[in-house]
T-cell receptor, first 114, second 111 residues
C-alpha cells in the first residue's frame, strides 16, 4: 500500500528565518508530486508540481521554492519566511497526469510564522 | 478561471439524518469532480469521484452531477459524529495539476 509522510507535523518560526518541509511517498514508483497551501480560512492552492526527479514547476509565486531530490521525496523551502507564509501545507501524489487522476494527500504541516 | 462555490458554509445535522452539501461551478468545461473531507488539522481524504452526469455512490457517500445546471452535490447517508469535518468540492479542468477547490462546508453531526 502507498503511504505518504509529511514532516514536521507543525512548526513555529520567526519572520526571516529559513524553512524546510518534507514529504516522502512509499509504495509507488515515479509518482507525480504536488505541494498545496491553505491559508487560515482560505482555499487550497497548488504551489508546485513535479512529474519527475529534478523537475519542478511553479504554479503560484509565494517566495517559496521546491525540489525533488529523489523519486520519492519532495521538499518545500525558503531562506526567509514571511508572515504571509503561515498556513497549512499539504503534499499530494497522483499516479498519472490525466484529468481522471485522483490526488492523494498527506496529513499536512501546520506552519505559524511570528 | 474556473470558480467553485460551496454551500452552505456550515451545516449541523443530527446523527442518522441525511446530510446534503452543494457545489456550483462557473462553467461546464470541467472534466471531473471530487469530494474530499478534511478532519481538523489533518490531510484530505478522497470520498467520491464523479466523471459523468448522474449519480455515483461510494458506501454512505453519494455524489450527484448535473453539468447543465453547473451543480454537483454530496449526500451522506446515516452520518455519525465521526463524519464531522470540512467537506471540499474539487474539480479538474485538464491534467492532474489543474485542480480547483471550493472553500469547503463545515459539517457538524450532533449525537
Amino acid at each position: 500500500a502507498q503511504t505518504i509522510h509529511q514532516w514536521p507535523v507543525a512548526e513555529i518560526k520567526a519572520v526571516g528565518s529559513p524553512l524546510s518541509l518534507g514529504c516522502t511517498i512509499k509504495g509507488k514508483s515515479s509518482p507525480n508530486l504536488y505541494w498545496y497551501w491553505q491559508a487560515t480560512g482560505g482555499t487550497l492552492q497548488q504551489l508546485f508540481y513535479s512529474i519527475t526527479v529534478g523537475q519542478v514547476e511553479s504554479v503560484v509565486q509565494l517566495n517559496l521554492s521546491a525540489s525533488r531530490p529523489k523519486d520519492d521525496q519532495f521538499i518545500l523551502s525558503t531562506e526567509k519566511l514571511l508572515l504571509s507564509h503561515s498556513g497549512f501545507y499539504l503534499c499530494a501524489w497522483s499516479l498519472g497526469w490525466g484529468p481522471a487522476e485522483t490526488l492523494y494527500f498527506g496529513s499536512g504541516t501546520r506552519l505559524t510564522v511570528l | 478561471q474556473q470558480k467553485v462555490q460551496q454551500s452552505p458554509e456550515s451545516l449541523t445535522v443530527s446523527e442518522g439524518a441525511m446530510a446534503s452539501l452543494n457545489c456550483t461551478f462557473s462553467d461546464g468545461t470541467s472534466d471531473n469532480f471530487r469530494w474530499y473531507r478534511q478532519h481538523s488539522g489533518k490531510g484530505l481524504e478522497v470520498l467520491v469521484s464523479i466523471f459523468s452526469d448522474g449519480e455515483k455512490e461510494e458506501g454512505r457517500f453519494t455524489a450527484h452531477l448535473n453539468r447543465a445546471s453547473l451543480h454537483v452535490s454530496l449526500h451522506i447517508r446515516e452520518p455519525q459524529p465521526s463524519d464531522s469535518a470540512v467537506y471540499l468540492c474539487a474539480m479538474n479542468t485538464g491534467g492532474a495539476d489543474r485542480l480547483t477547490f471550493g472553500k469547503g462546508t463545515q459539517l457538524i453531526i450532533q449525537p
